[in-house]
């Protein structure tokens, strides 16, 4: 089960591929072998001291188009369904918070439709919200959205190609690439860069693109092998979801970088369960959604240390917010 349509589409596809690039995908930084990581009891080891917001969604299946948005607040300790209500939309998903908190930018599917639009809230309102690409039609599958890091643009995917609106639904431009179909962009380095997961036939891989001039850099440093959702971390590095082998399609989280730098395999990881959605929380710690041993749905949240591979499951810090469903794809804000 995956956040996206196309990662399910092609994992049967893919033909037995070795890693490639990467000299110890299974191992930590100093070069020993990787460890899984454990679960810290909150009783007697502590937890990451978080103060922000947390959104994201929850469905029973992918394909059962019921996903919800959810927003916990660390600092009031409360779960808030913030969908509920929306009554001129339903299966609300991938949301992003804008750079200064105030703002929630997702995909979902107007009442009635399977067909998806980007939408736009006020976290500090109660109006419902508005949806940004409706106008268009319903020739244009709009999915993907992310803000860029001055606020004032959005980045997203449509049918496939790279397109940037403003905060108001204004198509500024396109940006076409060689890849049969890009997904999941993200800003990066000042928006002078978009990362995306970038398809040709059944393989994924990361890619740069350059806005000043329109190339494009390969960035997974994982060649051969399905890679996907990229997310910026800092001006220096991102994180991204890969499959553990050619011949092991589990989810796996690494550490890449915007230089020469190989990836790094992060040392939370197991090969026997899926890490995805990885998504920066403070200092070294990122949130991520699992299926490893122990989760109480298909996919639970979890708070990882990048360095020492500890885990906390967040039902550490509300007994109700991993359920029987699938949470995934969060975005944080450390602003309340």
Known sequence: MRTSSLISSFQAAMAAVVLIGLLCATCNKNGTAAKPGTVSDSTNETKPALRGRLVFHS?????CNDSRLFLYDFSASTLTEISKGWTGLQNCMNAQFSPDGSKLVFMGNPAGSVNWDVFIWNTRSASPPVNLTGHLGSAFRDEDPKFSFQGNHIIFKQ?????LMDTLGTILGKFPVPQSEASM???????????????DGSLSNIYLYHIRDSSVEFKSGLAGIYSYYPITRDDTSFIFTSWYSGSNPHDQLYLGFFGNRAARYLPFNEPAGDYSDGCPAEKQFIFLSSTRKGSRGGYDLYVADMDSGNLWSLSDYYNGINSSNDELGCTYTPLP
Do not use: E, K, M, Q
């Open 159 to 163: 049918n496939g190609v790279l397109t």
């Open 185 to 199: 962009p993200y800003f990066s380095r000042g928006d002078s860069l978009i990362l995306y997961a970038g398809t």
């Open 59 to 63: 469905y029973s299946c992918y394909d």
